[in-house]
């Protein structure tokens, strides 16, 4: 079983590489996501179908990490800097990861900050 901090590592890498089974494998089956307080993604099928519609239209995309805490034995915050978008645009990110026996339950994005392409 993973421990918060590698599952949290391994979704990134795997996001990073666009290994869309990997990534979705680091979830629990019964996954949230949350964006700005809302549900937007449930269910490994939905984060499946999220997530390649993304890879596939920035196959450049790629998740800079700039800094990461771990709290308690379930918490991992990351703060990243997204790049590759298609509009050109960039993201920083920051993501609270929710981690019970080894796999992601719950994301909550918090808000970001959208760069424009220059």
């Given at each position: ?9 391994a979704q990134l890498a795997a996001y990073n590489a ?54 308690g034995a379930t918490t991992v915050i990351d703060h ?26 719950q994301v909550w994005f918090r808000p970001e900050r ?5």
């Open positions: 079983m993973l421990s918060p901090l590698e599952a949290v590592s666009q290994d869309l089974e990997t990534f979705v494998a680091q979830y629990a089956s019964d996954v949230k996501l949350w964006r700005h307080g809302e549900l937007f993604c449930e269910g490994r099928a939905a984060l499946r179908a999220q997530y390649a519609a993304l890879f596939q239209a920035n196959p450049g995309l790629k998740a800079l990490l700039l800094g990461r805490l771990v709290g990243e800097w997204v790049t590759g978008r298609s509009d050109g645009d960039h993201l920083e990110v920051f993501a609270t990861f929710e981690v019970v026996n080894g796999l992601i339950t959208r760069v424009p392409a220059a």
